[in-house]
DNA sequence: TCCATATTTCGACGAATGTCGAAATATACA
DNA sequence: TGTATATTTCGACATTCGTCGAAATATGGA
């Protein structure tokens, strides 16, 4: 992965409607979002989320399909994983006990059971 | 970890100058490296690296510690953990191999061995 | 074709951000 | 105490960013 790449990605990242955003469409899966039922779920008006999205897909932490009239927006989660990388190029150099616990972290939020509330949403 | 402390760790880290600077001191370890050789290494004028460290730590993705005339950071990586749990949150609801590569790239980056082509530095 | 719905694009405005020069602070040492 | 080095703080400047209203585009259905 490119500096200016992992860059896009952690500024589109580093906003609190694109943040939301991101985190409402992992949680949601591989299905994804129709942008209107986002812009409800998350009190935005359409044409700020509009952009926001744009943000969101051009940094490759999205993806988007039409559906008809609506076009449904899915995080991608190798977005993360390579941003991951990125960041922890080169870390531990032969002293594993230093990233470690990164490693730990992503196992243990990768499998943890869903702590939300409302059941899943439905296929 | 709350919100506001992902964003101030997102776009702390959104900026070419404290990327670069941060990435720096994952390579360099636990030890960390003294501001001047930072900005000396990274080209950076002396205050404007100051501003950037005095972000980073704010957003607690760096420590600092003074000896004598010189003041060493160092990346804390515990930062990128929380980062992690944070925004995977709830990610995979009961379909763990859609979150999988995360944890993959985690072990992966983790205990790579070095790719640069200067020896590590010596403890 | 005409209309309603879903989403995006455009243009403008205020707020936040990064960089720089100059000055201030902190430490070490003679 | 005085001086040199390391780092930070201050103030100003141009640039970038997020939001909003209004208008445009795309799709589906009557």
Redesign the interface.
């Known amino acids: 992965m490119e500096?200016s790449a992992?860059?896009d990605r952690?500024?589109a990242?580093?906003?609190?409607g694109r943040?939301?955003v991101?985190?409402l469409l992992?949680?949601a899966?591989?299905d994804g979002i129709p942008a209107g039922e986002i812009a409800a779920t998350l009190g935005l008006a359409p044409n700020t989320l509009s952009s926001q999205l744009a943000i969101l897909v051009h940094a490759g932490l999205l993806t988007s399909a039409r559906e008809g009239r609506v076009i449904r927006y899915a995080a991608r989660?190798?977005a993360?994983?390579?941003l991951?990388?990125?960041?922890?190029?080169?870390?531990?150099?032969?002293?594993?006990e230093?990233?470690?616990?990164?490693?730990?972290?992503?196992?243990?939020?990768?499998?943890?059971?869903?702590?939300?509330k409302t059941p899943?949403v439905r296929a």
């Open positions: 500096s992992a860059i952690l500024s990242l580093a906003q609190p943040l939301d991101f985190r992992v949680r899966g591989p989660p190798e993360l994983s390579e991951i990388v990125y960041l922890m190029d080169d870390c531990c150099g032969g002293r594993p230093i990233c470690r616990p990164v490693e730990e972290a992503a196992r243990a939020a990768c499998c943890a059971p869903p702590k939300s899943r």
